[in-house]
């Protein structure tokens, strides 16, 4: 599936990453990640030589329903999520590569030297009002999270949830319920901006954003006059330390690792599912197969991605679906459709309640400021 509201990183480069919310990684943590990776590929090399490591068989059956039947035996106790922009195109979120559909296909209106200069941080510094205008259409609040992001957030309130690894820069885990506990942004989040100067790197929150954006104004920081930028991924910037502290934490404790949305096509996060430990099943719930292992690797016996089809196959499953869809007929199996169906709509409802109370209130603060050509006798609407 094709990334939306992912950073819309070029493939062949490896993933670049904003400021988190608190801290940037430094290059050491990015050299570190690097030397982690090769050591990765030799330990399953010199493994499957050797025949050392663990190819223990969890699930009875390499489907949905064996994924299910593992989950309600009470041994799955850490389920690592890692979901792309797959699981909020339902929310209405433009696609970026989709042909037609994707943003990519529809910034001509920009006037960009080539598509992806709209995310390159020197671009955007020398230019920034494409961005910007990009961003009053993709601004978080206008839309809704979908199944799946109450099916993480189920997980989560059923204790079952380590970490929620997510591509997407929409915040919708958040608004879902996750917290930032809960969740490693590896391409940031419009949930704070900063000051891009490195002398100032002063903290905005999401309302102050979004005041600026949406009164076409440009964000310029209040302190020392220089652009404001979400902390999102931009091309040329780092991804976020706590990615790289997070993942050597969560990954070997992952009993269950949940794919969903993602092409896995974009480094270091592609590389992921191969850091959980041999034995770990792991589930890809997405429009078509996606991480699977580069085909001379599995001839040798060795590479850590995703097998759905050899004869070797024993712990990766691919549901082709989508997300939603996908997560409905897990939670069916499960048993925990109703009450999935339950949280969805009454979540819908709280959201689309406070939506109005908004607006509401700012009919009512417009209507309180009268016309000077109103008659005699003309009571604003309270």
């Known amino acids: 599936m094709s990334e939306s509201s992912e950073l819309p990183a070029k493939e062949e480069e490896q993933e670049e990453a904003p400021a988190d919310p608190e801290v940037q990684s430094d290059d050491s943590s990015e050299d570190e990640a690097a030397g982690d990776t090769e050591m990765d590929f030799l330990r399953s090399l010199f493994s499957s030589a050797m025949g050392l490591g663990s190819t223990e068989k969890v699930l009875d059956e390499l489907s949905l329903e064996g994924v299910a039947r593992y989950i309600n035996s009470g041994k799955c106790k850490n389920i690592v999520c890692m979901v792309g922009a797959g699981i909020s195109t339902?929310?209405?979120?433009?696609?970026?590569?989709?042909?037609?559909?994707?943003?990519?296909?529809?910034?001509q209106k920009y006037n960009l030297p080539y598509p992806e200069a709209i995310f390159q941080i020197d671009y955007?510094?020398?230019?920034?009002?494409?961005?910007?205008?990009?961003?009053?259409?993709?601004?978080?609040?206008?839309?809704?999270?979908?199944?799946?992001?109450?099916?993480?957030?189920?997980?989560?309130?059923?204790?079952?949830?380590?970490?929620?690894y997510t591509q997407n820069i929409d915040t919708l885990e958040r608004v879902a319920g996750l917290e930032g506990e809960d969740l490693i942004e590896a391409h940031g989040t419009f949930y704070t901006s900063h000051c891009v100067s490195f002398c100032c790197r002063k903290e905005y929150n999401l309302d102050w954003m979004k005041e600026k954006i949406f009164s076409?104004?440009?964000?310029?920081?209040?302190?020392?006059?220089?652009?404001?930028?979400?902390?999102?991924?931009?091309?040329?910037?780092?991804?976020?330390?706590?990615?790289?502290?997070?993942?050597?934490?969560?990954?070997?404790?992952c009993d269950l690792l949940i794919v969903m949305g993602t092409s896995l096509q974009v480094q270091p996060f592609a590389g992921l599912v191969s850091r959980v430990s041999k034995s770990c099943p792991r589930l890809l719930i997405n429009m078509e197969k996606a991480g699977q292992a580069d085909p001379m690797l599995g001839l040798l016996g060795f590479g850590g991605g995703m097998d759905f089809d050899s004869d070797?196959?024993?712990?990766?499953?691919?549901?082709?679906?989508?997300?939603?869809?996908?997560?409905?007929?897990?939670?069916?199996?499960?048993?925990?459709?109703?009450?999935?169906?339950?949280?969805?709509?009454?979540?819908?409802?709280?959201?689309?309640s406070q939506d109005k109370e908004k607006a509401g209130e700012s009919k009512g603060a417009a209507a309180k400021v009268a016309p000077a050509s109103a008659e005699p006798g003309f009571k604003a609407e309270e």
């Open 312 to 352: 070797k196959a024993y712990r990766d499953v691919a549901h082709i679906n989508t997300c939603d869809d996908g997560c409905l007929a897990l939670a069916d199996l499960l048993g925990w459709k109703a009450e999935l169906e339950e949280l969805v709509k009454k979540e819908h409802t709280r959201i689309d």
């Open 216 to 253: 076409d104004a440009i964000p310029k920081c209040e302190k020392c006059s220089s652009l404001v930028k979400p902390d999102i991924v931009f091309f040329g910037e780092n991804l976020p330390a706590r990615f790289f502290t997070s993942m050597k934490m969560d990954f070997p404790r």
């Open 124 to 164: 955007f510094k020398k230019h920034p009002e494409p961005f910007f205008a990009l961003a009053r259409e993709l601004y978080p609040g206008q839309f809704k999270p979908t199944i799946c992001h109450y099916f993480i957030k189920m997980l989560k309130d059923k204790g079952l949830l380590r970490r929620c």
């Open 90 to 107: 339902s929310a209405g979120i433009p696609d970026f590569r989709s042909p037609d559909t994707g943003l990519y296909a529809n910034l």
